[in-house]
Each structure stands twice: as C-alpha cells, then as structure tokens.
C-alpha cells in the first residue's frame, strides 16, 4: 500500500473504502449494487438521511441552518451562492487569500456587484498568510462576506474564523470541514465539496441558514435554487448516490473514532510534527506559509532549488509515498494530511524530511 498525500481527491479511511465494495456488489441487503438502486427507494433514501444526519451530528448543526447534498463541487458552489443571495440591488464581499478565494470572487463578479473585503496577494503573484484581524473591511450592508477557510494551493488557513456580526459569515471549507470543531451558528452558509474529508468527488455539502435560503432568489432556474434541495430533501435530481452512500460510511468511522474533537486533536499533532521537522531545518526547507496562518490540513514547503524538490519527491516515491508534488503553479511540495491519513503516515514524511540529505 501507498502512504497518499494528494490534496483531493484525497484518502479515505480503508474501513469506508471497504464498505463501499460492498455496497458497489450488495447494498444494505438489496441484492443488487447502490449503483443500480432507485434514488427513491427506501435503501438509498435512509442512507442518504443518515449520512445528513451523522453530518449533522459530528458537526454540532444547529436547527436554525438545513444540510444539502448536491451534486457538483465547490465550484458548483461558487456560482450557485451569488445565484441564490446576491440579489439585485445588494453586494457582497470576498476576503482574497488565494487561488480558490480568487476563483469565487471571480464567478460572484460575473453575476453581480462584489467587493474586496481584504486581499493578501504578495507581490511575487502568491499568497503567503490571511488577513489579520484589523485587516478585514466588513461593510455591514453586505449580503454576505465569503472566505476560504484553508487554502489547498497555498497551505495557508484562517486558524480564527472572523467575526462579521450581522453580516452572514459564508465559507469555502472544502480543505478543512470535518477537520476541527466549529461553531456552525456563526455562519450563514458552509460548503465543502466532499473529496477531502467527506468521501468520493461528485458531491458538495452545502449547510446553510435557513433564513437565507427563504430570502434566495426564486426567479433563476430551478436547479439552482437552494430553496428547491431543500424542499425535496436533496433528491430533487438523482444525486451521486456512490458518493453519498461512501460517504455516509467515512462520516460513521468519524463518529467511532471520537468526533471531531478527537480528529482535530491527531490532526493538531500531525502539523506540528511536520512544521517542527521542517523548521529544525531552515537551511534545506522553506515554509512559505506565515507562521499564524499555517494550515493543519495542507502543508507545503521547498527545497532551494527545483532539482532539491525533484530529488526530494523521488525519495519519497521510493519510500512508497504518493502526491506529495505541489500546484502546478507553484510547484515545491504540498501534503495533503488530512483526517485520514494517520499519525503513522506524517511520521514516515517527518523522517524522510529529518534525515533528507538534500
Ligand atoms: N475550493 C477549495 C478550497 C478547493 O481546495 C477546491 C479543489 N481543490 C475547490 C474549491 C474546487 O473544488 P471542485 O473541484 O470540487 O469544484
């Protein structure tokens, strides 16, 4: 077996890919595969309610705010929320700390009137850190502020979620939800596409206030509406019933293993191990992250030259691990050490980055 650090799709618990084979050849009982089944039937039906339910639970939700799964991911998301809140008349703010922040901004700007709140771009073109406290423009009158609460690209993460008073808080925790307990009630609307902590791509888990769904926006076409998921209990069109029902089983072992709480806890350790080893040697790796803005889920780092990162990644590939290459973009290393891969898994980088000889 492999150690997997890709960013997404990322690692799964081995327990929930093993259900999966099961539902892929029997599910619950059925005979037949979860991807031959009615989306209507009352197999998929209760599953699907559990994997909202078990959601619900791990994460604290309170019932002020509604649980959708769509179909899509997070971009889906980036269109469908000023769709439905960014109504004629009214605008919204987005804090800029990255690739992914930008990308929402942009599709936001294409439908209607969008304002910085904040933007950390360096000059060299990168994102190194978010905002401050004071840095942070919140213009009451705003529909909404949208931040992205972990920045896969970067390895940079809002480690203390803004205070926006009245205006609704909405957040891109695609990278982070599940991975540290949160406070839902202090946001309007989260979403996460679920290929990081959640299960397979093909779903977005949306958990937004209901209040704001009631003011959303009736006049777009139906699929888009929040209002229309919520009424039909997210089966208004056949979902990615795989996705969901895999799901459904990595959101059963988080509850086993002890909740978010215990997760956030490994997950905390596993970012020091990595940021200690890394920064015990500050002559062979840079981190570019700020220090206060380091993600727990996203660690990326460099090597002094491109030759160092090549020779790093293909140590690592030896030594059996997988995806640690960075962006495309910016290139260096990334790991992706999300709530599935272990303590064991980040300690087998940690010697390979304390005993690397460059
Ligand atoms: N937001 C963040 C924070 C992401 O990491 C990603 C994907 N890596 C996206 C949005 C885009 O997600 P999708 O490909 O599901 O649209």
Redesign the pocket.
């Known amino acids: 077996m492999k150690i997997n650090f890709t960013?997404?799709p990322a690692a799964l618990p081995r327990i929930a890919i093993e259900r999966a084979r099961e539902d892929l050849v029997d599910f619950e009982g059925t005979g037949i595969s979860v991807v031959e089944q009615s989306h209507r039937g009352a197999a998929y039906e209760r599953v699907q309610a559990e994997a909202i339910a078990l959601l619900r639970g791990l994460l604290a939700v309170p019932d002020t705010h509604d649980i959708l799964l769509l179909s899509?991911?997070?971009?889906?998301q980036?269109a469908m929320l000023p769709l439905n809140l960014l109504t004629p008349g009214t605008f919204a703010s987005y804090a800029i700390t990255g690739y992914?922040a930008r990308?929402?901004y942009d599709e936001a700007a294409f439908l209607g009137d969008v304002r910085i709140a904040a933007d950390t771009r360096e000059p060299d073109g990168g994102y190194r850190r978010v905002p401050g406290p004071g840095e942070l423009a919140i213009d009451r009158d705003a529909v909404y502020l949208h931040i992205?609460s972990?920045?896969?690209?970067y390895g940079t993460q809002w480690r203390e979620l803004p205070d926006t008073g009245a205006v609704p808080l909405v957040a891109?925790m695609?990278?982070d939800l599940l991975s540290r307990p949160i406070d839902v009630a202090r946001f309007g609307m989260i979403y996460a596409?679920a290929?990081?902590n959640l299960g397979p791509?093909g779903v977005?888990a949306v958990i937004i206030r209901k209040d704001l769904i009631e003011r959303s926006r009736q006049d777009i076409p139906k699929v888009w509406r929040y209002a229309i998921h919520s009424q039909h209990k997210s089966l208004y069109y056949t979902p990615t019933m795989f996705a969901v029902a895999t799901m459904r089983h990595v959101l059963e072992h988080a509850v086993a293993i002890g909740g978010v709480s215990a997760i956030e806890a490994t997950n905390r350790e596993k970012a020091r191990r990595l940021y200690a080893a890394l920064d015990a040697r500050p002559e062979l790796y840079r981190v570019p992250a700020a220090e206060d803005s380091r993600s727990h889920t996203i660690v990326t780092f460099f090597l002094p030259d491109a030759d160092g990162d090549a020779r790093f990644l293909a140590e690592a590939s030896r030594r059996g691990m997988v995806g640690l290459k960075g962006h495309r973009t910016v290139g260096g290393i990334r790991a992706g050490i999300y709530n599935w891969v272990s303590l064991d898994d980040v300690d087998a980088l940690v010697e390979l980055i304390a005993g690397f000889r460059g």
């Open positions: 960013v997404g899509g991911g997070a971009r889906t980036f992914w990308s929402a992205c972990n920045n896969t690209i891109d695609t990278s596409a290929q990081k791509a977005v």
